[in-house]
């Protein structure tokens, strides 16, 4: 006879079979319960970041390359992955006729994040060359002042309009700091006007 048969022969045993046999029933219910789950992640510590799920990243803005030297519009530029450095030549309004040839960076070379693209002046060797006059700021028109490298239009109407508020200018560095030209642009177009 098995053992737990025996149970129902001693006084009281059918009783006491009956008070285990829901927990022993609700212990098999959770284990299996237990077994048959997915696993659960462990939990982030409190105050830890939980990404969202399946965000898309953006793709990179480009690379920042900047412009120097001999450049219509030296500056930063936001240029494509790839590109080369007569692309951020390009990007600042091409070679200022003060650009030494001989002297240019590699134009086929591919661009790097944070590159600085220099481009020489041209050094005059000739005794006895030339220079073309400077532009006198209390005199020339906007159009005389347009045509200097690093100047834009815009900036050449603020001069002109600048002179009929203020009064003549007194330094060129009043460029910068009464209409704000970039330092720059002003190390472009100090070559080439006067006061």
Not at 185 to 194: G, N, P, S
């Amino acid at each position: 006879m098995p053992r737990w048969l025996g149970l129902f022969v001693v006084p009281g045993g059918a009783r006491l079979l009956l008070l285990a046999l829901p927990p022993l029933a609700a212990l098999g219910l959770l284990g299996a319960a237990f077994a048959l789950s997915p696993p659960i992640a462990p939990a982030a510590p409190a105050g830890a970041f939980s990404p969202a799920p399946a965000v898309e990243v953006p793709a990179e803005a480009g690379l920042l390359v900047h412009v120097s030297g001999a450049v219509a519009h030296p500056g930063l530029y936001r240029l494509k992955r790839g590109d080369r450095v007569y692309a951020a030549v390009a990007a600042a309004g091409g070679l200022s006729p003060d650009a030494d040839p001989a002297r240019l960076p590699d134009l086929a070379g591919r661009l790097r994040d944070g590159e600085q693209v220099r481009v020489p002046f041209r050094r005059s060797t000739l005794a006895g060359a030339t220079r073309a006059p400077k532009v006198d700021l209390n005199s020339a028109s906007a159009e005389e002042l347009a045509s200097v490298p690093g100047f834009s239009v815009e900036l050449a109407q603020a001069v002109v309009e600048y002179r009929g508020t203020f009064g003549p200018f007194l330094k060129t560095s009043e460029l910068v700091s009464g209409l704000g030209m970039s330092a720059a642009d002003y190390r472009l177009a100090q070559r080439y006007v006067r006061v």
